[in-house]
């Protein structure tokens, strides 16, 4: 299934939003953001300062998929964690259940260790919610499919007219 296809309820924002807040908060970050493989943010805790989501996203899911360029090219499945270390703050992208990818940005209050310590304690739960959204989001395509189906072109002028 394509990360287009997801279906993200409202409640599916509130627990990745949930996750994402204790892990900021437990890893001493600034910012915690979750996304699809194509960029599009799914959920975040945090403050952005001035920061454009849009470019975050779209330029971290860009990473993500170079770097599985890279791995595939010397021979690997996939590189799971990235790490950009700055002057100031630093990034630490992680894939979570081959669909969303984890963005952490944090500076000198935290440290990369507590970071990919609390990263891996929330990892099997986020996983496990992305999963549950993908075959949701997998199952409820062919039911939107078949509701089409039964729609006419009357439907549709009764609608319309």
Same mark, same amino acid.
Request: overall charge negative; proline content about 1%.
């Given at each position: *299934?394509?990360?287009?296809?997801? =279906?993200?309820?409202?409640?599916?924002?509130?627990?990745?939003?949930?996750?994402?807040?204790?892990?900021?908060?437990?890893?001493?970050? !600034?910012?915690?953001?979750?996304?699809? !493989?194509? /960029?599009?943010?799914?959920?975040?805790? &945090?403050?952005?300062? /001035? *920061?454009?989501?849009?470019?975050?996203?779209?330029?971290?899911?860009?990473? =993500?998929?170079?770097?599985? +360029?890279?791995?595939? $090219?010397? /021979?690997?499945?996939?590189?799971?964690?990235?790490?950009?270390? +700055?002057?100031?703050?630093?990034?630490?992208?992680? *894939? =979570? &259940?081959?669909?969303?990818? $984890? =963005?952490?940005?944090?500076?000198?209050?935290?440290?990369?260790?507590?970071?990919? $310590? !609390?990263?891996?304690?929330?990892?099997?739960?986020?996983?496990? $919610?992305?999963? /549950?959204?993908?075959? !949701?989001?997998?199952?409820?395509?062919?039911?939107?499919?078949?509701?089409?189906?039964?729609?006419?072109?009357?439907?549709?002028?009764?609608?319309?007219?």
């Amino acid at each position: *299934m394509s990360a287009a296809d997801l =279906v993200i309820l409202e409640s599916d924002h509130r627990r990745f939003t949930a996750v994402l807040d204790r892990v900021r908060q437990d890893a001493n970050a !600034r910012l915690a953001f979750l996304l699809d !493989r194509n /960029g599009q943010q799914l959920a975040r805790s &945090g403050n952005l300062d /001035g *920061m454009d989501p849009t470019s975050l996203a779209s330029l971290a899911a860009g990473s =993500v998929a170079a770097t599985d +360029g890279l791995a595939k $090219l010397v /021979g690997e499945n996939e590189f799971s964690v990235l790490f950009h270390e +700055g002057r100031r703050d630093n990034l630490h992208i992680n *894939m =979570v &259940g081959g669909t969303a990818i $984890l =963005v952490i940005l944090f500076d000198e209050r935290s440290s990369l260790g507590l970071v990919r $310590l !609390r990263v891996q304690q929330v990892g099997p739960e986020l996983t496990s $919610l992305v999963d /549950g959204v993908v075959e !949701r989001s997998a199952n409820s395509s062919v039911l939107a499919t078949e509701d089409l189906a039964e729609i006419t072109d009357e439907d549709i002028d009764a609608l319309f007219g």
